[in-house]
Nanobody, 121 residues
Framework: QVQLVESGGGLVQAGGSLRLSCTAS????????MAWFRQAPGKGREFVAT???????SYADSVKGRFTISRDSAKNTVYLQMNSLKPEDTAVYYC???????????????WGQGTQVTVSS
């Protein structure tokens, strides 16, 4: 049973930065891909960024150049550094893990509680 615990969200002004963390437990995940998704009020859960076990990264077009995903495989932890935040980045942010890179939220059966990010204009 995978457990996911996200943290680091908060309230920030537009143009500001936040760093999210997510720790997975239940088994070693060094050979797994780790990813971030987000869900804004009234919208579906969307892909944000992912990092494979080898370090290959992929980003949604809406966050390219502003967000950076990284991982510490020894700690089963994935990070999301978010810079130049915009009001449209406001959402609950979730992480997940998978044996291979997945960018569709519907492929995952369980999620953590997420962490709220609110960007004021």
């Amino acid at each position: 049973q995978v457990q996911l615990v996200e943290s680091g969200g908060g309230l920030v002004q537009a143009g500001g930065s936040l760093r999210l963390s997510c720790t997975a437990s239940g088994r070693p995940f060094s050979s797994y891909a780790m990813a971030w998704f987000r869900q804004a009020p009234g919208k579906g859960r969307e892909f944000v960024a992912t990092i494979g076990w080898s370090g290959v990264k992929s980003y949604a077009d809406s966050v390219k150049g502003r967000f950076t995903i990284s991982r510490d495989s020894a700690k089963n932890t994935v990070y999301l550094q978010m810079n130049s935040l915009k009001p449209e980045d406001t959402a609950v942010y979730y992480c997940n893990v998978s044996p291979q890179i997945v960018t569709t939220a519907g492929n995952f059966g369980s999620w953590g509680q997420g962490t709220q990010v609110t960007v004021s204009s």
